[in-house]
T-cell receptor
């Protein structure tokens, strides 16, 4: 059963801590993406990766980091440099049709 | 500068009637457009797409219309059902499917919350 999984579903972080959000896909897609959604806002692109060992900054990359060591995995680290990290984070992967399929999301809350 | 605009934050429609969700874009390089549906605390679900070489695409109750000269697209849902109540996002890409090039980034609108009243 192919799809995208994100974990955890809910994450709480103390100020000054780094946290890592997991994203795994078994769709054999080359490209993967991380977005952030805030209330009343669209999806804003944080980072994307077209292929293993390569990634590019999106529109709001400051305070975030990523790695792409495996095709299936694209973890996102929210660092202490991210000033307003409380948000809903979505991971996606892309088909050859240029359709992006999304995971269920992780809600991060800073305490 | 918002390149994809959904000017109606919300829309209420009676069950069985037509829902029309609108989207405008400013970037003339956009070549491929998608609609997503999103329930609270879930990831968006792909609904339907349209390439700029077409002006209409249908899939069951969902039809997307594209007017390139007006830089406008719309999603029609008919008949509307209570389960259609969700936030709908319009997205655009400068890269068509299978082009083999480009960054394939999607630019999203802010969404329209559709409420279908039984």
């Amino acid at each position: 059963d192919g799809g995208i999984t994100q974990s955890p579903k809910y994450l709480f972080r103390k100020e000054g801590q780094n946290v890592t959000l997991s994203c795994e896909q078994n769709l054999n897609h080359d490209a993967m993406y991380w977005y952030r959604q805030d209330p009343g806002q669209g999806l804003r692109l944080i980072y994307y990766s077209q292929i293993v060992n390569d990634f590019q900054k999106g529109d709001i990359a400051e305070g975030y980091s990523v790695s792409r060591e495996k095709k299936e995995s694209f973890p996102l680290t929210v660092t202490s440099a991210q000033k307003n990290p409380t948000a809903f984070y979505l991971c996606a992967s892309r088909t050859l049709y240029n359709e992006q399929f999304f995971g269920p999301g992780t809600r991060l809350t800073v305490l | 500068d918002q390149q994809v605009k959904q000017n109606s934050p919300s829309l209420s429609v009676q069950e069985g009637r037509i829902s029309i969700l609108n989207c405008d874009y400013t970037n003339s390089m956009f070549d491929y457009f998608l609609w997503y549906k999103k329930y609270p605390a879930e990831g968006p679900t792909f609904l339907i797409s349209i390439s700029s070489i077409k002006d209409k695409n249908e899939d069951g109750r969902f039809t997307v219309f594209l007017n390139k000269s007006a830089k406008h697209l719309s999603l029609h849902i008919v008949p509307s059902q209570p389960g259609d109540s969700a936030v709908y996002f319009c997205a655009a890409s400068p890269v068509p499917p299978y082009s083999g090039a480009g960054s394939y980034q999607l630019t999203f609108g802010k969404g329209t919350k559709l409420s279908v009243i039984p």
